[in-house]
């Protein structure tokens, strides 16, 4: 049924980490004193990434301050800003530097992209907190 179907949509859109209010709870954990600087990864850019009406309502649901994250619909269909969609959460919370690339892990061969091939195959991002005066090290 239409609904059956929509309730899992929905589902599977509820687990989508910018969705999930991820960014949130790592900001809640930080918990710093500090300003804190965001790094955006390569990710899938906006003309590659098609999302439906179903997807775009309940994120506005949820983020209802991240319109301009989204194309018009047109057709049942969107383009969403992966990007932009973090930047307006990471902006709500405080967090003033952010910084990116505009890598597209869809058209560049050099990432994984399950859109593109269905490669189980993820990317891996790091999270680390510096002292003062300690924000170069490099260790692993």
Excluded at 101 to 119: E, G, H, I
């Amino acid at each position: 049924s239409t609904q059956s179907r929509s309730s899992a949509a929905s589902d599977v859109y509820k687990r989508q980490s910018l969705y999930a209010n991820i960014l949130s709870e790592i900001i809640n954990k930080i918990n710093s004193e500090h300003p804190i600087t965001a790094w955006l990864g390569p990710c899938i850019q906006q003309p590659q990434y098609q999302v439906d009406e179903l997807f775009v309502s309940n994120y506005l649901k949820q983020h209802p301050t991240s319109h301009s994250a989204f194309l018009p619909i047109d057709n049942g269909k969107s383009y969403a800003d992966l990007c932009a969609l973090a930047a307006i959460q990471l902006n709500e919370w405080g967090v003033k530097h952010i910084n990116g690339n505009n890598q597209c892990t869809f058209l560049d061969p050099n990432f994984y992209s399950w859109r593109q091939d269905q490669t189980s195959k993820r990317m891996a991002t790091m999270i680390w907190m510096s002292t003062k005066g300690n924000t170069h090290d490099n260790s692993v």
